[in-house]
């Protein structure tokens, strides 16, 4: 049973335009959330993240949007440039302690049209 | 510069060879985990441990065992090789507390073909 879901296997976007990245989860336990970016042959590296306190966190070019009612979770990218063109993964735990592990969605290649 | 090393980039092995995949962290991280990749599947824990000499299975282990003699080292064994773990095998680490600031910080991968 998927407890995090990223639908959407791929999307693109036009050079200059909003990315809107979905994800969707099950376990209302969750309490904190990230977002993972990989490039090919390239481990992923960490993104932003965002407890269940709040509803919006923001850094630079990247915003994660929360809605703990409708367990869903969205990452802007704004405006989005050539080098985002990525896989995303969309990731959720319990707790922030060591026996919190991270679970992971399936990810989202993300490809950025010039 | 933190790092989690992963020994090999590409690795070719046959099938029934027994496999050793290395990882080296040099943040002091207490927790350290292997994942697999595959298309459409995303990342799939395998095994994780929390401490020397301590292992816990993840979600798919079976085929698989793994090695902690030393806080920084975690070493993933494919005791017999098999076609379907051809795949991209990561390393991650993280401190033993506040995975939420700081995430898994992930090795660059191993890309194992078995044949």
């Known amino acids: 049973d998927q407890q995090v879901k990223q639908n959407s296997p791929s999307l693109s976007v036009q050079e200059g335009r909003i990315s809107i990245l979905n994800c969707d989860y099950t376990n209302s336990m969750f309490d904190y959330f990230l977002w993972y970016k990989k490039y090919p042959a390239e481990g992923p590296t960490f993104l932003i993240s965002?407890?269940?306190?709040?509803d919006k966190n923001e850094d630079g070019r990247f915003t994660v949007f929360l809605n703990k009612s409708a367990k869903h979770l969205s990452l802007h990218i704004v405006p989005s440039q050539p080098g985002d063109s990525a896989v995303y993964f969309c990731a959720a735990s319990v707790g922030r302690n060591r026996d919190d592990k991270i679970i992971f969605g399936k990810g989202t290649r993300l490809h950025i049209l010039p | 510069d933190v790092k989690v090393t992963q020994s090999s980039r590409y690795l070719v092995k046959r099938t029934g060879e027994k496999v050793f995949l290395e990882c080296v962290q040099d943040m002091d991280h207490e927790n350290m985990f292997w994942y697999r990749q595959d298309p459409g599947l995303g990342l799939r824990l395998i095994y994780f441990s929390y401490d020397v000499k301590m292992k816990e299975k993840g979600d798919i282990p079976e085929g698989y065992s793994v090695s902690r003699e030393k806080k920084e080292r975690f070493s993933l064994i494919l005791e017999s090789a098999s076609t379907n773990q051809t795949s991209m095998y990561l390393c991650?680490?993280?401190?033993?507390?506040?995975?939420?600031?700081?995430?898994?910080?992930f090795g660059s991968g191993t890309r194992l073909t078995v044949v």
């Open positions: 965002i407890s269940s306190i709040k």
């Open positions: 991650a680490s993280s401190p033993g507390t506040d995975i939420f600031f700081y995430g898994y910080t």
